[in-house]
């Protein structure tokens, strides 16, 4: 069965960066769409940005927009987010996942939802 573990969360001060690793324990990672989910405490998880099993297709949120990006290495079995210029509302649990498709309007999708077990970001101000 498909196993995701992110990595990479950590406090930095507002205005900082941070790059996020997913790595992934499947036999054909680039079977998978892939994305970043973020849940903050007493908040509903939100999406933040999917990218399909090529990287063709990417579907980013219009409040990260221009500072987070996602990419993927599938050679490495890997999904990143590099976020920039992290505000304080950045802060919550970061969570990857994988699914059948990204659609660059509506992000991701499909019947094969996978997600990992998060890592936290918190940012200072």
């Known amino acids: 069965q498909l196993q995701l573990v992110e990595s990479g969360g950590d406090l930095v001060q507002a205005g900082g960066s941070l790059r996020l690793s997913c790595a992934s324990s499947a036999l054909i990672f680039d079977d998978y769409a892939m994305g970043w989910f973020r849940q903050a405490p007493g908040k509903e998880r939100e999406e933040i940005s999917c990218?399909?099993?090529?990287?063709?297709?990417?579907y980013v949120a219009h409040f990260v927009k221009g500072r987070f990006s996602i990419s993927r290495d599938n050679a490495k079995k890997t999904l990143y987010l590099q976020m920039d210029s992290l505000k304080v509302e950045d802060t919550a649990m970061y969570y990857c996942a994988a699914d059948r498709y990204c659609d660059s309007d509506r992000g991701i999708g499909g019947d094969k939802r996978v997600w990992g077990q998060g890592t936290q970001v918190t940012v200072s101000s």
């Open positions: 990218i399909s099993w090529s990287g063709g297709m990417t």
